[in-house]
């Protein structure tokens, strides 16, 4: 497991610290350090408490880079736990600032995170639109990390527009970048993203293969949300290719997982699988309440998830 406790321990001194020393911009910087820190263990909430403090700070420092860097952790986290619009506020604000003082690196992990925005509302044209922006940006600074984060962006496009040959080549290419690099918590998000084109496409032993690696590496790095993104993927797959008994361990899992982290598009697809396994066992007022749950949720985000659930309940 990724090191958290240390790295927590030691930002925590360093604040202390910088609060004794009365340094306004070595509180910020603490601060900010903190929110990665709980982010990257799947505390949102904690993450956007910490990220909050930090703007503050380097507003009062004047420092536009740390603030940038705040409003697009802000945005990203919002994000993450399925509120769009204050995402959108958080971002748009970030992408400005970023401009304004000419640093194109974080202007295009802005225009990621505008554009995966687009893609949960289902505004996939400026979505893609921003992923090849970030796409020309990292061609011009190297930047292969988020060169391979766009990539593996638009790849999930790829899939879900019916694209299969595209998104296998887009989230391989993906892959192959973030084992090159070493970097874990993406090498399991691309897993996880192939695994979903493998269910969609009926490969279950592929699926199941990629899904099984991906939850691994999040219970090793102690990520909560990629450990409930997996097990709700296997609980999915489990469904389709009729394991219900183990479908409903998966997804029982995740929502509890998806309970602590805070993220509504995890909780509302947690509904919507539960009321897919109720209909199978024929119980069509438990399927409709679960489905009503998760339309509400999906609606309340502007997620195209939304769509599909009322098709649902129109089979009942």
């Not at 604040?15 to 350090?33: C, R, Y």
């Not at 970023?98 to 202007?107: D, H, L, M, V």
């Not at 979505?127 to 190297?142: K, N, S």
């Not at 998000?189 to 991906?214: I, P, Q």
Request: with cysteine; aromatic share 6%.
């Amino acid at each position: 497991m990724s090191d958290y406790p240390r790295a927590d321990a030691h930002a925590r001194r360093a604040l202390s610290m910088f609060v004794d020393l009365h340094d306004v911009l070595g509180q910020a910087n603490a601060h900010a350090d903190l929110a990665n820190i709980e982010h990257h263990r799947g505390r949102y909430q904690d993450a956007a408490v910490r990220a909050g403090q930090a703007r503050a700070l380097f507003l009062q420092a004047g420092d536009t880079r740390g603030h940038a860097d705040s409003e697009g952790v802000l945005g990203m986290l919002g994000r993450l736990t399925g509120d769009y619009r204050g995402a959108l506020e958080h971002l748009d604000l970030a992408l400005t600032l970023f401009t304004r003082i000419g640093n194109e690196r974080n202007q295009a992990w802005i225009h990621i995170e505008l554009g995966t925005v687009g893609r949960q509302t289902g505004a996939y044209t400026q979505a893609r639109h921003h992923f090849h922006r970030a796409r020309d940006i990292c061609d011009r600074t190297d930047d292969a990390v988020k060169q391979a984060w766009a990539d593996r962006e638009l790849g999930i496009l790829a899939r879900i527009t019916g694209n299969w040959d595209e998104a296998l080549t887009l989230l391989s290419a993906a892959l192959r970048v973030f084992t090159d690099l070493g970097s874990r918590r993406n090498i399991a998000d691309a897993l996880v993203e192939l695994g979903s084109l493998h269910r969609v496409k009926g490969e279950t032993t592929a699926a199941r293969t990629s899904l099984e690696r991906a939850w691994g590496i999040y219970v090793d790095i102690g990520n909560r949300r990629g450990i409930a993104w997996t097990e709700l993927e296997l609980g999915t797959l489990d469904r389709l290719t009729g394991s219900a008994t183990s479908a409903r361990e998966y997804i029982d899992r995740a929502a509890a997982r998806y309970a602590i982290v805070g993220d509504r598009s995890g909780i509302a697809r947690t509904h919507y699988e539960l009321g897919c396994l109720a209909q199978l066992r024929g119980e069509d007022a438990v399927a409709r309440t679960q489905w009503e749950t998760a339309l509400a949720l999906y609606a309340a985000m502007g997620s195209p998830e939304a769509n599909e659930t009322r098709t649902r309940l129109n089979t009942l």
